[in-house]
């Protein structure tokens, strides 16, 4: 974690920030739809992983996808690239 | 070894970027500066420049790539005209807040509509405020010099901010000068490697200029304004350097002429300030105590030096080749703020002459001080802001 600095002689030129988890908070309470993956079809190709936009998607050691629920916004792009169908879009309350 | 060439300001621009080694080039042609990509491309295409040039599809597209080459730490070049620039603007920006120190060679175009490809300078100063420094140009060699200078000042960690090297299209794009090209060894030694405050790399990924809170933004702009004022400081310094080492010098930030007990001063920038010494003689042969001072470098604006020349004279008479429609030039409107809460501040006259290209010779700019001798005689300026030559 970098410090913030105090004064403007502490400041680099441009902000500029590192990757960390979660900057913005549990983003995955925004979530209307929840992805839901059929390990059974799923073919390890790694595409959902590939086009997550917000890295919410790991990779098991056998290559399945793994979702993060605290960080995905459930947006869809997953299930809508799966050429296998392996992943569905269901309700949140269902 | 040095050599005497004789080549056009557009062929020259692209040796310039050759000689500063630059290591990623992307542009966009237009005329009048597709000579210049064309040469730079000819350089890399037959091995004799080790750079990458990228072709894009716009200038917006070539700004954002020299954006993204120069974050990953290499030095970057591109060039650009008129409307080229206009469609660069947003990405101007992004260069300069994310401290860049990009060079670019501006071949100046009078803005449409009406269509024009000939020179004026309202495609560059239209880019006053985007935190890009600036420098106008008289001859082939300074085209040359500055180049190299820019680097030099740009890549310094006082300012790492992006330059605009400017020269008019045509009256020295396309016009063959001699020029004396320094020895490679030479200038390696002048312009060591290019080393970044921050670089974008994979194993230590960053984000930067990223969304910056209210309590932030202000520190941030402060920063720049302090980085123009450095520049101010070091221009004058780096250019008796590069004098000491390769014979040319350009009095720094203004290249003054008989000034020293004129007591009317004609301020311009580009090519008209070579007229103006002209003019200069001239006047001076019939024993008129006439100046030229000639703006080379506008961001930052040499207010100290302007100062300075105002301490002596009665009167500055200012050549815009540019207006700011609805006000004046904006030479005349930074002289006069520049002057203003001096004691004795002499009497400003503006003029705007040789807009889309015509023609400003060493007689117009006799005409334009003769007028501006009679006003100071009489101690009035009698007419704010006269277009010169201008049908009725």
């Known amino acids: 974690m970098v410090k913030s600095p105090k004064t403007r002689k502490e400041m680099p030129p441009t902000p500029l920030s590192v990757p960390t988890v979660g900057s913005m908070g549990k983003t995955g309470t925004w979530r209307t739809f929840r992805p839901k993956v059929d390990y059974s079809k799923c073919t390890r190709c790694t595409i959902c992983w590939i086009f997550c936009p917000d890295s919410a998607i790991t990779r098991r050691a056998d290559d399945a996808p793994e979702i993060d629920y605290d960080y995905c916004k459930g947006c869809g792009i997953c299930a809508n690239e799966c050429p296998v169908k392996a992943i569905a879009m269901c309700r949140e309350e269902e | ?392």
């Not at chain 2, 050759?18 to 009048?32: D, E, G, L």
């Not at chain 2, 040359?144 to 300012?159: P, V």
């Not at chain 2, 609805?326 to 002459?353: C, H, Y």
């Not at chain 2, 003769?370 to 010169?388: A, P």
């Open chain 2, 1 to 392: 070894m040095e050599q005497t060439i004789i080549d056009t300001a557009n062929h020259i621009a692209g040796l310039a970027a050759k000689m500063a080694r630059v290591k990623v080039v992307a542009a966009y042609p237009i005329t009048p500066q597709t000579t210049v990509v064309e040469k730079i491309a000819e350089f890399v295409e037959n091995g004799d420049m080790d750079a990458e040039y990228i072709r894009v599809e716009s200038e917006h597209s070539a700004m954002v790539a020299c954006i993204g080459a120069a974050a990953a730490g290499v030095r970057t070049f591109t060039a650009t005209s008129s409307h080229g620039l206009a469609l660069m603007h947003e990405a101007l920006h992004w260069a300069s807040g994310s401290r860049l120190p990009i060079v670019m060679a501006v071949v100046n175009r009078a803005m449409g509509a009406p269509w024009s490809i000939w020179p004026d300078f309202s495609d560059s100063l239209s880019q006053r405020d985007t935190g890009w420094l600036q420098f106008y140009c008289a001859d082939n060699q300074e085209v040359f010099d500055t180049i190299i200078q820019a680097y030099k000042l740009c890549e310094d960690q006082r300012i790492f901010l992006p330059a605009m090297v400017c020269l008019e299209g045509f009256i020295l794009s396309h016009t063959y000068m001699p020029v004396k090209i320094p020895d490679q060894e030479k200038i390696d030694a002048f312009l060591p490697q290019y080393k970044s405050s921050w670089t974008l790399d994979i194993e230590h990924p960053y984000s930067h200029s990223n969304l910056v809170s209210p309590e932030w933004y202000m520190e941030f702009r402060y920063m720049i304004q302090e980085a123009m004022k450095n520049a101010e400081r070091l221009i004058p310094q780096i250019d008796r350097e590069y004098g000491r080492l390769f014979g040319s010098t350009y009095g720094g930030l203004v290249d003054k002429y008989r000034c020293e007990d004129a007591e009317l001063i004609l301020l311009t920038m580009g090519t008209m300030g070579s007229e103006a010494k002209l003019a200069v003689e001239s006047l001076r042969n019939k024993g008129l105590k006439v100046g030229s001072a000639r703006v080379r470098v506008y961001r930052p604006f040499p207010v100290t030096e302007i100062t300075k020349l105002a301490k002596n004279a009665q009167m500055i008479a200012t050549i815009d080749r540019h207006v700011s429609f609805g006000m004046e030039g904006f030479l005349e409107t930074e002289v006069k703020a520049s002057v203003f809460n001096e004691e004795d501040s002499p009497l400003v006259a503006g003029f705007i002459a040789g807009l889309g290209g015509r023609d400003v010779t060493s007689e117009t700019i006799e005409k334009i001080a003769r007028k501006s001798l009679k006003w100071m005689q009489k101690g009035k300026v009698e007419k704010t802001t006269e277009w010169v030559d201008l049908r009725e």
